[in-house]
Every structure is written in structure tokens, then in C-alpha cells.
């Protein structure tokens, strides 16, 4: 048994930097977890593999290439599960000996097992050679989340999968039907489309991704019903039957029934809180086993604190990551701040889309007098260049100020792109920034410029004053 000043559960980006921002404060840190291999969701069966899966599937088919070279152009011809895998494999291979090297460089021990508490100090590491206790001043939980498995869903990892078991499977499906409109549901969709599955995407809301811009959704749907998604909003499934010839049978409650060689459940999260053992140091989980926490990432027992996707929205590895360090800077009493204001979401579905502050409905609704301008990737020489004809990016801006509020964007680049707008807001930089300064050309951020012309060449004259 040893004690240590904190100990972290779960290696995924919450764990990893909560473990790494305590050692770097001259701290003992241990790090538990249950699985193999370290990296968590992020890089085991999440974020990594279905970006390499996105990369491998845009190279091989040559999708980026065909508005340059024709609907026909191919990198090659008959694509495999094998092709797909290869760049998975290599890319999590490398992130897994990154984490291990950045944990031995830190002097963070690595204990494998999975771990509950005995009581608010104590955790129990279960493994298959025994059992052993530690103690710890601080507990960061960074245990993060499982796919849902709705009771009434015949899941059999086969025909019938949820969203883990797509990376898993033996061959790339003939058709799929994915039952949930969310991030992983859009991505896989439209990644899966591109690679010349046929792709039946349901969701129960009128429209994908709520919370994006209602214009970048748009065009976002349209290029996706171009490549081949059937989109059903407004639906749910009410019945699901593996058929004799091996093809998956679904009852709709609206739209006719359908069929396909596979069926995808993509509804969401639940938190991976069972077995903790909350209930020995007085912690209850919600519905979807997700903790609650304070702005410092305090659960109700302020030594113990959780980060990452088990204390639900927005759940993401780059939010994750900061919540770790965020809680292992207040446990020590060093200055914490995360800017939640300006958090950027970045989507990779095909096109990758990407948003940084509010949009036109939030400025609606609060009564912000707010101008527009837009970009179009074809009427830059850059967007030329790469053969993306379809993207865009759009300002929102303060009508009299000129203050930027928010910056949307669908098209190649556009989660790289977002972090300029994002600079621009955080010194809360107006759009004459974008209009005074010279950009390199040709590149996609001249966007910025040509938006921002865009805002207020529409806007009446005279033009608020320009500083
Ligand atoms: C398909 C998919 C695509 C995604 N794409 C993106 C993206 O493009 N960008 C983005 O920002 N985010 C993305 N995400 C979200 C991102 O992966 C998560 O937000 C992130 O991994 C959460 O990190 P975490 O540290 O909270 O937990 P996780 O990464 O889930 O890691 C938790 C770890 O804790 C371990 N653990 C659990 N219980 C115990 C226990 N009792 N004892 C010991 N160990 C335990 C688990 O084995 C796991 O290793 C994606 C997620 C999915 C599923
Ligand atoms: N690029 C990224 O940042 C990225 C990528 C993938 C996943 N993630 C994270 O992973 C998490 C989980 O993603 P997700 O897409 O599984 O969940 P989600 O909660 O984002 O979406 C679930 C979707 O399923 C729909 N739905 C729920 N029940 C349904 C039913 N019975 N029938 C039809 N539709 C139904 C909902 O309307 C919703 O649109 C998210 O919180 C997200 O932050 C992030």
C-alpha cells in the first residue's frame, strides 16, 4: 500500500492531465486503470480511431480530389477493412507510447486494475492477480463514459452494433442504418458514405446538431444527402428483427421499414460510474451515471474531484484534458480559470464544420444587434487550390460595436481555422481586425478578411467608426 497526494482513475485525457499537472507541482501521483492499454475513449476507441478511420477513408477514395479530377477519381479501387485499420493501428500504437513515456517522465506510477473506493481516501485496485489498497490526499475520478445500450435493442456486436462495436467489425457493412443524429452519428455517417457505403441516418429531433449554426446544418445535410445518407428527422425505431438471410429488419414509426446489412446505435453516452463504490463516500450518480461537480471540478466531497466526460456536457477530449489540469491546479491550490465562454467545437463529419462563440438564433433570442458577413471557399484562390467549392465561413458581429461573436464554418480546415476568430474573440477584437491586416496568400484564413468586408459592406451607411 502506499500513499500518494493524488491519485487519478481513468487514463483518458482527463486522467492523463490531471496525473501530469500534479507531478508537475512536485506531487506523488499514482494513475489507475482498468483496461491494457492507456488513453482511454480517446485513443482506443473514440476520438483516434474515428479520426484515422476519416483520414484512411478521404485518402483511399480520393474524396478530396474529385471536384479537381472527376465523381471517378479513386486512390484505390476495391478499399478493405485491412486498408482501414492499417492507419488506426499505426496512429494509436504511436498516442498510447506517448502517454506511457509522458507518465514515466513525470514519475506518475501507472497501477492497472479497475479501482473503487473503500472509503473517501481509499481505493481498492482490482486485477486479475489480486487486489491491493492506496490512499491518496486528492481523488481525481476520470473514469469516463460507455456507449448506451438501450434494454429494448438486440444488440449482437454483428448486424446489430452501438458505436464501439463499428470499429471492431470484420468487414466494412454493405448498408447501414444509424439510429442517432448526434456527433458520432453525423461523423460516422458521412465518413461512411464516403467510402460508398449506402447510409440511412435517424434522428428523433427535426434537424442534426441543434446546437450548430442553422445555415452550416444546412448546407452540412444537403452535401451529405449528396454522397448517399438518407436522413429520417422526426423518427425513432420501433422495432428491430435480424432476418434469416442475415439482414437487419427495421420498424419505423413514421417513414415504411427498412433493411440493411447493418444496424448502428448512436443515441448517446452513459457515464462508467458503476462499481466506483459512490455509495461508500457518499457520491450518487445521475440517470446516465454522470457525476456533478462545482466550477473547480469539486464533486459533494471536496477532496474528490471529476473531469471529463463523466460530468456530462460537452464531453469532448479537448474540454477533458482542461478539467483534468483545471482540478489538480485548484487541489493545490495553484490559479485555475478554464474560459467556457469561447470553447470551439470542432465536428469532423464530411465536410468537418466547426463554431466558436454564439449563433444568429442565440443572438436572436437575446436581443443582440448583430451583422453578418460570409466567405465562400470558392471565391478564395486557396479554396481553389484544394477543390473545395463548397465551404464557408461566417462572421457574426456586433452591429454598432463591430465586436466579433461568433465565427462558423463548414469546409476543409475549418476546426483549424475557428481558433483565429477564437484569438480575435478572446481579446474581444472587433472585425476591423480582419479588415486592416494582411493575410497570407493564398489561404483559407483570408476567409476572415473577405467575411468581414462581406459584414459591413452590408450594413447601412454611414459605418460605425473605424478604429
Ligand atoms: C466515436 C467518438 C469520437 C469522438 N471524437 C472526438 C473528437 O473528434 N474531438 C473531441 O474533442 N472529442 C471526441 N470524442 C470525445 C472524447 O473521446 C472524450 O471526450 C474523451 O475521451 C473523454 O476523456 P475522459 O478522460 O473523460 O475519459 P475516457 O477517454 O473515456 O477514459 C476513461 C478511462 O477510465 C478507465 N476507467 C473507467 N472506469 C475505471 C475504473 N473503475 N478503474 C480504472 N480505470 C477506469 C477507462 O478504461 C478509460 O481508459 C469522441 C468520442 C467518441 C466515442
Ligand atoms: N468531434 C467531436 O467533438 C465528437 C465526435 C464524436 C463524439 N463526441 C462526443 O461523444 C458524445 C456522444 O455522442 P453521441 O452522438 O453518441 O451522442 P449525442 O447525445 O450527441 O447524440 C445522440 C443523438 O441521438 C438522438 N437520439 C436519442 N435517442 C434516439 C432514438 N431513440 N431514436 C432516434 N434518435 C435518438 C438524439 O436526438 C441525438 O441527436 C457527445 O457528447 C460528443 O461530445 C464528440
Not at 415504411?256 to 463504490?277: E, F, H
Not at 486557396?382 to 462558423?408: C, N, P, S
Request: with cysteine.
Amino acid at each position: 500500500m502506499a500513499h500518494y497526494d493524488l491519485l487519478a482513475i481513468g487514463t483518458g485525457p482527463a486522467g492523463q492531465k490531471a496525473a501530469v499537472q500534479a507531478a508537475k507541482l512536485g506531487k506523488k501521483v499514482g494513475i489507475i486503470e482498468r483496461k491494457e492499454v492507456v488513453g482511454g475513449v480517446c485513443i482506443n476507441t473514440g476520438t483516434i480511431p474515428s479520426k484515422s478511420l476519416r483520414e484512411a477513408v478521404l485518402y483511399l477514395s480520393g474524396f478530396r480530389q474529385r471536384s479537381l479530377y472527376g465523381a471517378g477519381y479513386r486512390l484505390k479501387h476495391t478499399i478493405t477493412i485491412e486498408d482501414l485499420a492499417f492507419r488506426a493501428n499505426h496512429v494509436i500504437k504511436n498516442e498510447i507510447q506517448i502517454v506511457e513515456n509522458q507518465m514515466a517522465r513525470n514519475h506518475v506510477d501507472m497501477l492497472y486494475g479497475s479501482a473503487s473506493f473503500v472509503d473517501p481516501h481509499r481505493l481498492e485496485i482490482r486485477h486479475s492477480s489480486g487486489t491491493a489498497e492506496h490512499t491518496a490526499d486528492f481523488i481525481v475520478i476520470a473514469v469516463g463514459t460507455e456507449p448506451a445500450r438501450p434494454a429494448d435493442v438486440p444488440f449482437d456486436d454483428d448486424r446489430v452494433i452501438d458505436t464501439d462495436g463499428l470499429l471492431r467489425l470484420q468487414r466494412i457493412p454493405e448498408s447501414i442504418v444509424i439510429v442517432g443524429g448526434g456527433v458520432i452519428g453525423t461523423e460516422y455517417a458521412s465518413i461512411l458514405a464516403a467510402l460508398g457505403v449506402p447510409v440511412v441516418l435517424i434522428d428523433k429531433r427535426p434537424r442534426l446538431l441543434e446546437f450548430v449554426d442553422a445555415e452550416i446544418i444546412d448546407a452540412l445535410q444537403r452535401q451529405m444527402q449528396e454522397i448517399g445518407v438518407t436522413l429520417y428527422h422526426n423518427e425513432e425505431v420501433s422495432g428491430i428483427k435480424t432476418q434469416a438471410d442475415g439482414l437487419v429488419h427495421v420498424s419505423l414509426q413514421e417513414a415504411k421499414a427498412i433493411t440493411a446489412t447493418t444496424l448502428m446505435y448512436a443515441v448517446g453516452r452513459v457515464g462508467a460510474s458503476d462499481g466506483l463504490g459512490l455509495e461508500r463516500v457518499g457520491l450518487t450518480a445521475d440517470a446516465r451515471g454522470r457525476l456533478a461537480v462545482n466550477e473547480h471540478f469539486q464533486t459533494a466531497v471536496p477532496h474528490i474531484y471529476a473531469a471529463g466526460d463523466i460530468i456530462g456536457f460537452p464531453a469532448l477530449a479537448s474540454t477533458s484534458m482542461q478539467q483534468g489540469r483545471h482540478a489538480a491546479c485548484h487541489a493545490f491550490g495553484q490559479p485555475d480559470r478554464t474560459d467556457t465562454a469561447l470553447l470551439p467545437y470542432g465536428i469532423y463529419s464530411i465536410p468537418e464544420i466547426s463554431m466558436v462563440g454564439r449563433t444568429e438564433e442565440e443572438l436572436t433570442l437575446a436581443n443582440v444587434p448583430f451583422g453578418v458577413g460570409i466567405a465562400r471557399y470558392r471565391e478564395i484562390a486557396r479554396g481553389q487550390l484544394i477543390g473545395d467549392d463548397t465551404g464557408m465561413l461566417k462572421l457574426l458581429f456586433h452591429r454598432q460595436t463591430l465586436e466579433v461573436l461568433g465565427v462558423h464554418a463548414i469546409g476543409e480546415g475549418a476546426t483549424e481555422l475557428i481558433h483565429i476568430g477564437q484569438a480575435v474573440m478572446a481579446y474581444r477584437g472587433k472585425i476591423d481586425y480582419f479588415i486592416d491586416t494582411v493575410f497570407n496568400y493564398p489561404t483559407l484564413a483570408e476567409c476572415y478578411k473577405v467575411a468581414a468586408l462581406d459584414g459591413i459592406n452590408r450594413l447601412p451607411r454611414p459605418w460605425p467608426p473605424h478604429e
